[in-house]
């Protein structure tokens, strides 16, 4: 079975710019989360989504969005690019969620650069 | 921002030998994860251990929670080159799949 899939694997974008990032989940698997990891900050969550509706979000501005296909693939979305922008994005996909089901899979991450 | 810490930030230490590693948090939990990473690449989940269990093995791997104290810990055994890696602990506590990660112990295996 194919892990999670994130595409792409790198980008280097300037300030102002917009990015669109993508992720396939494992196949049967419905939900999706992403993730944003910086040294200085560590890991923090972004969103969820199941069934193609964002179920929970974590405490970014309105420039970073997503949404999820019928398919379960989902893309994440940066827009008007800050320098601290600059991350390794991960993406999780996990069967359903639900508190016990929380096991993540997670894929290899984009690593956005914003000069 | 993140639920707790993780101790030691980086521990170094001789093939074959045990590595520990705590971590602490602030809230109540549903349960708590432990995930390796390598070198900036995905995360691989370890073990997950419910709230109402105290200690959870898997292979060389020995995670125990004290809800009390809120607190982990992660004992590698025997411990290999390959297992070079950074760990996390991370907590959820509300239905769906928000993870809220510590800071993260890098352990470096010398052989």
């Known amino acids: 079975k194919a892990g999670v899939t994130q595409t792409p694997r790198y980008l280097i974008k300037t300030r102002g710019q917009q990015v669109t990032l993508s992720c396939s989940p494992i196949?049967?698997?419905?939900?999706v989360s992403w993730y944003q990891q910086t040294p200085g900050q560590g890991l923090q969550f972004l969103f969820e989504?199941?069934?193609?509706?964002?179920?929970n979000k974590g405490n970014f501005p309105g420039r970073f969005s997503g949404r999820q296909f019928s398919n379960s693939r989902s893309e994440m979305n940066v827009s008007t690019l800050e320098l601290g922008d600059s991350a390794l994005y991960l993406c999780?996909?996990?069967?359903?969620?639900?508190?016990?089901?929380?096991?993540?899979?997670f894929g290899a991450g984009t690593r956005l650069s914003v000069l | 921002s993140q639920q707790g810490e993780e101790d030691p930030q980086a521990l170094s230490i001789q093939e074959g030998e045990n590595a520990t590693m705590n971590c602490s948090y602030k809230?109540?939990?549903?349960?708590l994860q432990w995930y390796r990473q390598n070198s900036g690449r995905g995360l691989v989940h370890l073990i997950l251990?419910?709230?109402?269990?105290r200690e959870k093995h898997s292979g060389r791997l020995r995670v125990t929670l004290d809800t009390s104290k809120k607190s982990s810990s992660l004992l590698i055994t025997a411990s290999r080159a390959a297992d070079t890696a950074s760990y996390f602990c991370a907590t959820d506590k509300s239905y769906g799949n928000k993870l809220v990660f510590g800071a993260g112990t890098i352990l470096r295996v010398k052989s």
């Open positions: 251990i419910r709230s109402n269990e």
């Open positions: 989504y199941f069934s193609e509706t964002q179920r």
């Open positions: 809230t109540s939990i549903n349960n």
């Open positions: 999780a996909s996990s069967l359903v969620p639900g508190v016990g089901k929380n096991i993540q899979y």
């Open positions: 196949s049967g698997h419905r939900s």
